[in-house]
Structure formats: C-alpha cells, structure tokens
C-alpha cells in the first residue's frame, strides 16, 4: 500500500530533550516535506527536500532541523525542543516538487512541557 | 513570500445547500491552486486543483473557479452531504506543484442533516 509512515504518532517531551520524528514514504517521490498545523494558522511548512540531499527552509524553520540521505526518508530533528514547538506535525511527499498531489502522513502530535 | 487569505473560517450549511469557500493570493506568479479536505483527527488529503491557464474546473458535486485578475480563487460544493463535514483548506504555489506551497488557514464546513 502506497503511503507515507510517521513516527512516533504521539509524543510528550520535556523542554531541551532532543527528539526525532521520523518520516518514510514507500512511493519513490523525489519532493517531500515537512507542516506543521496549529489552530487558526493552518499548515505552515517548516523544510522541504527536492531530491536526495537538497534540502531547504520553508516557512517556520527556526528550531527544526532535516536530513536526506536516502530517498524514502526525511526526518524532522528538534535539537532542543521549546513548548511554542507544541504542534502537530505533517510529513508529505509528492512525485516531485512541480507535480501536483501531496500524500500526507496520519500525522504526529507533539507537545513540550 | 506567499499570502493566501481564507474566508469564511467556519460555516455551516443545510443538507442539500450549496457552500462557498473563497481564498486570494498575493504573489501573482502562483500558478498552481489545490485544496485540500482534513476530516476530523485524520490527514489533508487532496480533493480538485485547478492550474493559471484555467478559469474552472468540476468534479462532480466539487468546482474550483480561479480569477488571475484579482488573485483569488473558490471552491464550491453543490448538494452538500453530512460527510462533507470536514476543514477545508486552500492553497498557492508557484512552482506548478507541491513544492512550497502556501495554505490558508482552513474553513470548518458543517453540513447539518
């Protein structure tokens, strides 16, 4: 089945404590990228990735970090994780960046004591 | 960057009514238009886009009318059914893809049986 996996679905952490929320698509799409979605501000993307190893910031990129190394993987990286990072998080890909449908993951909600 | 502006951010409608989403946009080098259906606690997932060099498109009960001119663009959902009932949202990009797209910040239709 096609799709993209996010991990964890849900997540409680603590100011400071690094964390990873993993991102793996099974569709070999070049384009994927990373949302986050809070209330009356909609979906704001914080990096995306064209292809292996080109990455870029989005719109909201202070405090997150990603990687690509493999195609099918674009983790979301938060060195020290601050409460205003409370939100819940989309991972998305598309066949490539000027292709049309972005698959979203079932999304992770994350939230910083 | 891009500035997609939403209204109204609720609305609710009778079953079988008609409902009107509209969205503009600032940058007039977007020229790519999707939107985008989020049910309660699931992901976005893609419902119709429309491209710069058409004015309107349907699907079925759904159709998307774009206005270059004025920068703004609708959604339309004829003989509304209570599993219309969802967030809607909008979207700019002027890559003609996925890439870096702009969301607006979302409609919650209510379809009241």
């Known amino acids: 089945e096609a799709q993209v996996t996010q991990n964890p679905r849900y997540l409680i952490t603590v100011t400071g404590k690094k964390l990873t929320v993993t991102c793996s698509q099974n569709?070999?799409?070049?384009?994927m990228s990373w949302y986050r979605q809070d209330p009356g501000l909609g979906l704001r993307q914080i990096y995306y990735s064209m292809n292996v190893e080109v990455t870029d910031k989005g719109d909201v990129p202070e405090g997150y970090k990603v990687s690509r190394k493999e195609k099918r993987n674009f983790p979301l990286i938060l060195e020290s994780p601050s409460p205003n990072q409370t939100s819940l998080y989309f991972c998305?890909?598309?066949?490539?960046?000027?292709?049309?449908?972005?698959?979203f993951g079932e999304g992770s909600r994350l939230t910083v004591l | 960057g891009e500035n997609v502006e939403q209204h109204p951010s609720t609305l609710s409608v009778q079953e079988g009514d008609s409902a009107v989403i509209k969205c503009t946009y600032s940058d007039s080098a977007s020229n790519y238009f999707p939107w985008y259906k989020q049910e309660l606690g699931k992901r976005p997932q893609l419902i119709i886009d429309i491209r710069s060099n058409v004015g309107e498109k349907k699907d079925q009960r759904i159709a998307v009318t774009l206005n270059k001119t004025a920068k703004h663009f609708s959604l339309h959902i004829t003989e509304t059914q209570p599993e219309d009932s969802a967030v809607y949202f909008c979207a700019a990009s002027q890559w003609g893809g996925a890439n870096n797209l702009f969301f607006g910040t979302g409609t919650r239709l209510t379809v009241i049986p």
């Open positions: 998305a890909s598309s066949l490539s960046g000027s292709t049309g449908e972005l698959f």
């Open positions: 569709m070999n799409h070049e384009y």
